[in-house]
């Protein structure tokens, strides 16, 4: 199976797709890059992972890793490996006691779970062929600075509905922003923590 190794480069969301966001991959040896429509759930569970923050309670793709982990299973790979009727698949690969699994998942989940456990994300070629794109310059700068000037707002959007959950969210914000000796932010998400405590 021909495949190329990808790296998560952007998620943000789509108003086209109902609410709906979109996650974008970029192959490490070429220009290629791969957008996929995910579900909310998914979206926050990636996001939540890539920014570092970690809710009170473990949400299901921690769960999952904690299962495989408890196991003595190890994620090898995630691999994208089909593209039908505009639907992707893809399969988790697990070694558990020197056997390889692979499991049927949703890209999604299986995204999830790779940065999780720091597993490389694989597309096949044949998925990058039907689907995939290269940007133009222009289009590639504003796709970088779109990523790294929304990411505070896409942490925010995707911190879970509880309120607990949203001030734990904060203070870790709030942690990392006194060690950077960033008060003006600190001072922000202090306000905000405050709004929240209030509320409740």
Do not use: W
Not at 32 to 53: D, K, S, V, W, Y
Not at 89 to 100: M, P, Q, R
Not at 107 to 133: C, G, H, Q, W
Not at 171 to 196: F, H, P, S, T, W
Request: hydrophobic letters at 40%.
């Amino acid at each position: 199976m021909d495949k190329v190794q990808c790296e998560i480069v952007g998620l943000s969301s789509s108003p086209a797709t109902g609410g709906a966001y979109a996650i974008l991959l970029k192959e490490l040896d070429g220009n290629r890059r791969l957008p996929i429509i995910i579900g909310q759930f998914e979206a926050q569970a990636i996001a939540l992972e890539m920014e570092g923050i970690k809710p009170p309670r473990p949400l299901t793709h921690d769960l999952l890793k904690s299962v495989i982990d408890n196991l003595g299973g190890t994620v090898l790979e995630i691999v994208i490996s089909e593209l039908r009727e505009n639907t992707f698949y893809a399969k988790i690969v697990l070694d558990v006691s020197g056997l390889t699994n692979e499991i049927d998942a949703r890209p999604s989940d299986a995204m999830a779970l790779a940065v999780r456990t720091n597993a490389p994300i694989y597309v096949t070629e044949s998925v990058m062929e039907a689907a995939s794109f290269i940007p133009t310059d222009e289009a590639e700068q504003d796709i970088s600075e779109s990523f790294e000037e929304d990411q505070e707002q896409r942490t925010m959007e995707s911190k879970p509905k509880s309120k607990e959950a949203q001030i734990a969210a904060l203070q870790e914000k709030l942690r990392e922003a006194l060690e950077k000796e960033e008060y003006e932010r600190a001072a922000k998400l202090r306000d905000d923590i405050k709004k929240l405590t209030q509320s409740n």
